[in-house]
């Protein structure tokens, strides 16, 4: 079975930047397509970004589009989410899953590694 650890949440001001990583032991992420979701206290977790196998992106919340970004680095088996300009809404927890393609739904996704928390002070 896959596990996933997702890493680099931290407290951060409003505009500020972070770098979340997601990393799996003893598998290829590079045969996975890879989704970072989010999920607030009291709310559903949401899609934010997807890199599919094929490092195609895709994004699943408007709100993050220009700030953003999802990308591979296969000698280091990580994906990172690149989070600029990040505004207090962004607070969540973060969490990377692998799948067979990119989706919006979390139920698409096969593995899931715990969260890392990200909030962003005003």
């Known amino acids: 079975q896959v596990q996933l650890v997702a890493s680099g949440g931290t407290l951060v001001q409003s505009g500020g930047s972070l770098r979340l990583s997601c990393t799996a032991s003893?598998?290829?992420?590079?045969?996975?397509?890879i989704g970072w979701f989010r999920q607030d206290l009291g709310k559903e977790r949401e899609g934010v970004l997807c890199i599919s196998s094929s490092d195609r992106s895709t994004y699943y919340a408007d709100s993050v589009k220009g700030r953003f970004t999802i990308s591979r680095d296969n000698a280091k088996n990580t994906v990172y989410l690149q989070m600029n300009s990040l505004k207090p809404e962004d607070t969540a927890v973060y969490y990377c899953a692998a799948g067979g393609r990119c989706a919006a739904s979390h139920y698409e996704y096969d593995y899931w590694g715990r969260g890392t928390q990200v909030t962003v002070s005003s």
């Open positions: 003893g598998y290829t992420l590079s045969y996975y397509a």
